[in-house]
T-cell receptor, first 114, second 109 residues
């Protein structure tokens, strides 16, 4: 089956620094990937839809300049959290749509900003 | 507004059967998904329903009634490893997933 690999699984960074999270489709081409954020004991919150070769579509309330998304190839989308602050600490998850089904999620990245 | 309702928490016994319900009100409908999520991990896809009826996949089955805006996930022969949160999500007319808050399922021996 299709596999989505997300890296890193955990990262701790200092306040004010930037962190890049990668999401790769390993055995298929993902023209569309999704980035989610999840708070403890809460459901997933869609942050943005990443389309290969074009600008990402951000959800209302998500800061484009803070959460930079790049989808430069059919197998890689990246999320960069810029100038991170403690309130950005969260669980970030990517997913890919394959044949009309949102079936494949990355492993998730636990970001802690200290 | 768009809304997905599912119970917050359910408890069941190992070896038994449990049904997790999901009702939805969305702008259009393009399929309903069920996911399993263990604590600290990303969701895992379980099922996809786009037509009315029952989809069976091993110990798990998912049912959909579009006219009632209702779905359920049925888990049979419960095992301790089934303890997890179960998320219901509906894809709306804009092809965007609307997520329920999840049902935490606790399995007792």
């Amino acid at each position: 089956g299709a596999v989505v690999s997300q890296h890193p699984s955990r990262v701790i960074c200092k306040s004010g620094t930037s962190v890049k999270i990668e999401c790769r489709s390993l055995d298929f081409q993902a023209t569309t990937m999704f980035w989610y954020r999840q708070f403890p004991k809460k459901s997933l919150m869609l942050m943005a839809t990443s389309n290969e070769g074009s600008k990402a579509t951000y959800e209302q309330g998500v800061e484009k300049d803070k959460f930079l998304i790049n989808h430069a190839s059919l197998t890689l989308s990246t999320l960069t959290v810029t100038s991170a602050h403690p309130e950005d600490s969260s669980f970030y998850i990517c997913s890919a749509r394959v044949r009309d089904v949102e079936a494949f999620f990355g492993q998730g990245t636990r970001l802690t900003v200290v | 507004g768009q809304n997905i309702d599912q119970p917050t928490e359910m408890t069941a016994t190992e070896g038994a059967i449990v049904q997790i319900n999901c009702t939805y009100q969305t702008s259009g409908f393009n399929g309903l998904f069920w996911y399993q999520q263990h604590a600290g991990e990303a969701p895992t896809f379980l099922s996809y329903n786009v037509l009315d009826g029952l989809e069976e996949k091993g110990r798990f089955s998912s049912f959909l009634s579009r006219s009632k805006g209702y779905s359920y996930l049925l888990l049979k022969e419960l095992q301790m490893k089934d303890s997890a949160s179960y998320l219901c999500a509906v894809r709306d007319s804009n092809y965007q997933l609307i997520w329920g808050a999840g049902t935490k399922l606790i399995i007792k021996p």
